[in-house]
Structure formats: structure tokens, C-alpha cells
């Protein structure tokens, strides 16, 4: 049978099945099977005959779904938020992953455009972080407590403080994506442009090895900005590229899916500013093994999450289709 027939001839099925799935709609338990079953035995299909196509990827994406749609109704007498955290998001973000590379290499060139303008032009540092900052770290430096700013105020107020603050960004990283994705690309580049000034005015002061204090949170905040930018562009770029969508409707999955991606975020954000509020001010008085632990556990926790799990998940979910 042509692709095109094959379309045609379940078009309207899988149309019912997407409309429900994506509008929450209670689908009886033997209906919900039905569908899920005639589905994979499309998928199957498409798989064999199609391979590489858009029907598959198509399919592919509403399999998915409906898999995770029947998993949370099995387990409804369960913690609805663990079972977000642990399957409903990392099989949902494994689409977006491209889109997650896309977003940290904006960020990366953004870091090096910091770090090689403030290594060429010294004042270049203070036009990106602000004289105020700059004078203040500089006599920090030369009291020999580089790090000092991290040591004020109680911990349990810069906890607060800092964590507010940094779902407040990465809040206005995602909504900015409403410019067409350029709003976040803004974003990123600050930011990004912020630490590449940071760094290098620290190697400038030939203290580069100090900022792994900073690293202590930093790791989780940076690398959740950079997430929270990503949901920015998932929103953006759908209006930009609707595929098969009209752009309205492109647009509410877009701005839905975002969503989500920034709400996954939370609780790192929680983390980093517990980290920030609680361990950074204790930095310099660490053993380095313990320092560069909390660092390296802290990084992979952020790659485990978003880039290894999501992977592993999606592939089981494969197997599990073509029983």
C-alpha cells in the first residue's frame, strides 16, 4: 500500500485518538485499549514500510503519548508528581533534546564572546557586571577573600532570596520565547556573555582556580537557565516552524510543552539555591575532593536527567511497542 493511501485510510482514526489524548479527554478503559492497540499495529506497519517518513515520526510521537496516558492512569493512586518527574517528562523531552543542544551552543558562544572581549579590553568586565560589582570583588581580592559576597547575609535568607530570583529568570528565559524565540536568544547571550566576563576576569587576577567555589551551585543554576532557554525556544520556534499544525494551534503545544519544561526545572532551581545559600559560603575552607564531588555529582545529575534518562526511558518504551 502507498504511504499515501495508508494516510488516508486511518487519518481520521488517529485524528480522534490525538484530540483526546491532547485535550485530557476521560477515554473509556477498553476504548483507550483499542485505539493503543490499532495504533501500534499502525506504527508496526509504518515501521516496516515507511521507514524515515513523517507518518512514522507522527505515530511514533502518539504511540508515546498514549503510552504515557495509559502508564499515569494505571498508576492514578499514585503520586501524580513523582510520576511526572520520573516517566511522564524524560519520555516527553526526548523529543526536545535537539533542541537542548541548540540552546547550550547559543549559550557557549555567548560565553566565549564574554571571556574573549574581557581577556582583550579590561574594561570590558565592568561595561557587563557593573563598576559597583567589579570595585567590590576587586577589594575582596586584594583582602585575600575572593569569595566573600557568598559569606553574607543568614543562609536561610539567601536560600530564599536565591532561589526566587532564579526561577524568576529562567521564568522570563521561557516567556521571552514568545518573540519568536528571540526574546531567549537575548537571554542566553546576557547571561552567557556574564559568565564569560566573570571567568576571565577572575584569570586576569591569576585566581582562576577560586571560582569552583561558584561552581559549588553554579553548575545546576547555569545548566538550568540553559533548560529554562530551551523551553523558551520550544515556544518560539513553534510559531516559527508549525510543521503540519496551523500556527495557533502549533503555537498552544508549543507554549504547553515549554511549560512543562520549565516547570521540570523547579526543583533544581530549589537545589542551586540551597547549595548557594547553605555550602558555597563554606567553599574555600572545603577539601578540594569534596568541593570538585559536589561539583561532578551536581553535573551529572543535570546530563543524567535531561540527556541519559530520557534516552533510556524512550528506548525501553521501544522495546515495549514491538512485543
Sequence with gaps: MREASFVKQNKEK??????????NAKINPDDLASYYIHLTNDLAYAQTYYPESKTLLYLNSLASEAHQKIYITKRESKNKLIS??????????????????????IFMVAVSIGAISTLNDDSFVRLILGDGYVNMTIENIEKGEPMAVYKSGSSIGSFLGITINNIRVGIIAFAFGVLFSVGTIYILFSNGIMLGAFISFFYNYGILEKTSTIWLHGTIEISVIVIAGCAGLVMGNSFLFPKTYSRRVAFTKGAKDGLKIVVSTIPFFIIAGFIEGFITRYGEQMPWILSYGIIGCSLYLIIFYYVIYPIKLNNTHQSELKK
Design 14 to 23: 488517529w485524528m480522534v485518538f490525538e484530540s483526546a489524548l491532547h485535550n
Design 84 to 105: 511526572f518527574w520520573k516517566y511522564e517528562f524524560p519520555l516527553f523531552f526526548k523529543s526536545y533534546q535537539k533542541t537542548l543542544l541548540y540552546t547550550f551552543l
